[in-house]
């Protein structure tokens, strides 16, 4: 394990306050222009559709055919009632949860123009430290679980969107049955294999291809519509309150299937940074929303024709001729929606490795133009792995809507629950008007999820256990991390003295020209690699810059707050601290933050084409102490593996980087 680990990401307090830069601008990324506020160009809004709208876009593939799946261990009758009642639910599930939720209201919560439960999270972290907050603390912790239930959702979704696609093939030719799942495997293989490509060229395509998208299914459910447009009045509240109400047995157990309308809600507040707040409120309302409506409507409709219809009303709405075709889109339309949510997935990952939740991830970054679009190897694999898993051993996307259900509803409610807080004390909203706000919508989410909990033992056990093993690693390593911090500072000892005895000569040393950068963690101790080459080669080099890393709560530092330099109290040493800020959503590149530097704050000119890069390589051996269950420490050793090399995260020139070893006991 090669120190530092992700230095100065547990002490920063970050100074940039929450939503500081306009919401509805993407912070760094080329989709809006930084000049964009009061109009959204049209552009943006075709991008937004292309990226953001994949996985709820492609809902309608699967979620009636869910609900009345006569294989479902609590199936639902098919009758003119429970038709016109679960249709209404879904309209008003996706109004309530979506509309009202995520894009009136939790949209607004943004982090410096980025959104997201990681920025969430940012935002109760900089209040928890600043305040003392116990609920902000607990409340971080529950959220870092909402993102754990992200990393099973990104799971999943490749796996029943593309399987719910190919699955058309039956319709078509019900001989072709057979080689659904071949098929299915081979895309997903084709789909993780090309992402360190990036998906800059393929983005440009995404857009229309989802307008497309939108447009026939709002076409296809027209012509459903048409031929009974008494599904119509499910457009009233009263239907899905009347179901509730008077079929709760049969209701009840709907919801678990009914919740599949709202998968990929969370990707409209994630992307938010890229497209900006406007551009995704418009593509919903004005396109996608009326397109899904549509499309739910015209296939109770279908089903109210002929209750056979319940085996793949989405297909059955097109006539024969056009069934083919419609496989062909809906197979690229849950393409784009698996392409939103891994690149979702990467975004996470990286995002809790700077925050000190995971350990330093390699990332690349695949775009020269869009920040946001990051390659991070380690979890693409683990994805093709577990999605491939999945698809072979659930063979079909009503088995895995079980599964599907649990991973949404869970994060859904902990978004929820996670805005109302920040809510309250980012604009001091009424504590009435929060409670009342509150309970209306976490008692939608909780009745969801108290659905879902009935199919715990056919599938919805599956991201809970992908959501506990993840949460169980992540928490483990923030406090391994801890751990490991206390002891490096009990083995470092203070920075400051440490210079004091060079200036007195108390330390004796060689001053030998060039520029030495030592990394570290912070100003309070001396880095490993100093001292050892201070008291074991009695040498330290004419200009000495001791560089820590600060991860800030905000996506990105302004370039004239990068830098802070310390001259450790003597200005004449040739030694000081440098303190590199950068946003979680950026890669600290080193060299260049100390190109920015003035050499009048440095004590001189720093040769950065020769300088030598230190690190510290830090050996993990499990101690006696009881520091943490013994089953946390081998978990923390092994997770420490994955660290990404330091001198590439880092940016430093590996022909220039010298590391000197040393071990700790955890």
């Known amino acids: 394990m090669t120190e530092p680990q992700q230095p100065g990401t547990e002490d920063t307090p970050g100074t940039s306050g929450a939503g500081a830069s306009d919401p509805d601008v993407g912070a760094g990324t080329a989709h809006p222009s930084p000049n964009l506020h009061d109009t959204v160009k049209l552009a943006v809004v075709v991008g937004a559709l292309g990226v953001v709208f994949g996985d709820i876009g492609t809902s309608p593939i699967y979620t009636l055919q869910t609900v009345f799946n006569p294989e479902d261990p609590h199936p639902v009758p098919v009758s003119n009632d429970n038709?016109?009642?679960?249709?209404?639910?879904?309209?008003?599930?996706?109004?309530?949860?979506?509309?009202?939720?995520?894009?009136?209201?939790?949209?607004?919560?943004?982090?410096?123009?980025?959104?997201?439960?990681?920025?969430?999270?940012?935002?109760?972290?900089?209040?928890?430290?600043?305040?003392?907050?116990?609920?902000?603390?607990?409340?971080?912790?529950?959220?870092?679980?909402?993102?754990?239930?992200?990393?099973?959702?990104?799971?999943?979704?490749?796996?029943?969107?593309?399987?719910?696609?190919?699955?058309?093939?039956?319709?078509?030719?019900?001989?072709?049955?057979?080689y659904v799942v071949p098929i299915t495997a081979v895309i997903i293989i084709v789909l993780f294999l090309v992402q360190r490509r990036g998906t800059e060229a393929v983005g440009r395509v995404f857009g229309p291809v989802m307008i497309a998208w939108f447009t026939v299914i709002g076409v296809c459910g027209v012509t459903g519509i048409v031929e009974h447009p008494g599904i119509l009045k499910a457009l009233s509240p009263t239907y899905a309150l009347g179901f509730l109400a008077g079929h709760f047995h049969i209701a009840f157990f709907a919801l678990a299937a009914i919740v599949l309308s709202v998968t990929g809600?969370?990707?409209?507040?994630?992307?938010?940074?890229?497209?900006?707040?406007?551009?995704?409120?418009?593509?919903?309302?004005?396109?996608?929303?009326?397109?899904?409506?549509?499309?739910?409507?015209?296939?109770?409709?279908?089903?109210?024709?002929?209750?056979?219809?319940?085996?793949?009303?989405?297909?059955?709405l097109v006539p024969d001729w056009g069934r083919l075709p419609l496989v062909l889109l809906a197979t690229a339309a849950t393409v784009i929606a698996s392409q939103a949510v891994i690149t979702g997935a990467y975004s996470v990952a990286s995002q809790a490795a700077q925050l000190g939740y995971l350990p330093r991830l390699r990332v690349q970054h695949t775009s020269a133009t869009t920040i946001g679009q990051i390659y991070v190897p380690w979890i693409n694999w683990l994805l093709l792995v577990s999605v491939l898993t999945l698809i072979f051993a659930f063979r079909s996307s009503a088995a895995l809507a079980y599964a599907f259900g649990m991973a949404v509803t869970g994060t859904i409610t902990i978004m929820t629950l996670l805005f109302f807080y920040v809510a309250r004390h980012r604009w001091n909203i009424p504590r009435w008007l929060i409670g009342i706000g509150a309970t209306l919508l976490l008692s939608v989410d909780m009745l969801f999820v108290a659905a879902n909990l009935t199919k715990l033992v056919h599938g919805a056990w599956l991201p809970l256990l992908i959501a506990v093993t993840a949460f169980t690693i992540m928490t483990t390593w923030q406090r391994g991390r801890a751990v490991v911090t206390a002891e490096r500072e009990r083995t470092e000892g203070p920075l400051q003295e440490f210079v004091d005895q060079l200036r007195s000569g108390a330390l004796r040393a060689t001053t030998v020209p060039g520029t030495a950068i030592f990394l570290n963690r912070g100003n309070v101790t001396a880095p490993l690699a100093l001292r050892a080459n201070v008291e074991h080669n009695q040498v330290r080099h004419e200009h000495v810059v001791i560089v820590s890393i600060e991860t800030?709560?905000?996506?990105?530092?302004?370039?004239?707050?990068?830098?802070?330099?310390?001259?450790?109290?003597?200005?004449?040493?040739?030694?000081?601290?440098?303190?590199?800020?950068?946003?979680?959503?950026?890669?600290?590149?080193?060299?260049?933050?100390?190109?920015?530097?003035?050499?009048?704050?440095?004590?001189?000119?720093?040769?950065?084409?020769?300088?030598?890069?230190?690190?510290?390589?830090?050996?993990?051996?499990?101690?006696?102490?009881?520091?943490?269950?013994?089953?946390?420490?081998?978990?923390?050793?092994?997770?420490?593996?994955?660290?990404?090399?330091?001198?590439?995260?880092?940016?430093?020139?590996?022909?220039?980087?010298?590391?000197?070893?040393?071990?700790?006991?955890?």
């Open 552 to 666: 800030e709560p905000v996506p990105r530092v302004a370039g004239d707050r990068r830098a802070v330099v310390d001259d450790l109290g003597y200005g004449d040493d040739g030694i000081t601290h440098v303190t590199a800020r950068f946003g979680y959503m950026e890669t600290p590149d080193v060299p260049a933050a100390l190109a920015t530097l003035d050499p009048a704050d440095t004590e001189g000119l720093l040769d950065l084409e020769n300088a030598s890069y230190f690190l510290s390589k830090i050996e993990l051996r499990r101690g006696p102490e009881n520091t943490m269950a013994g089953w946390r420490k081998h978990l923390f050793i092994a997770t420490s593996h994955i660290t990404a090399d330091a001198a590439e995260f880092f940016n430093l020139p590996r022909d220039r980087t010298l590391i000197i070893g040393s071990h700790i006991e955890v």
């Open 265 to 316: 809600a969370e990707a409209l507040y994630a992307d938010m940074g890229h497209f900006g707040r406007r551009a995704i409120t418009r593509g919903w309302l004005l396109l996608v929303l009326p397109a899904c409506t549509l499309s739910y409507f015209g296939q109770g409709a279908l089903i109210l024709k002929d209750e056979a219809n319940i085996s793949s009303p989405f297909f059955l």
């Open 83 to 178: 038709v016109f009642g679960v249709v209404s639910l879904i309209f008003w599930s996706v109004m309530i949860i979506v509309t009202v939720t995520y894009v009136l209201l939790a949209m607004r919560a943004d982090n410096d123009g980025e959104g997201g439960i990681m920025a969430l999270i940012t935002q109760l972290r900089r209040w928890g430290s600043q305040t003392g907050a116990r609920a902000a603390v607990v409340l971080a912790a529950v959220g870092i679980f909402g993102a754990s239930l992200f990393f099973g959702d990104s799971m999943i979704t490749p796996a029943i969107s593309v399987l719910s696609a190919v699955e058309g093939l039956k319709v078509v030719e019900p001989s072709l049955g057979q």
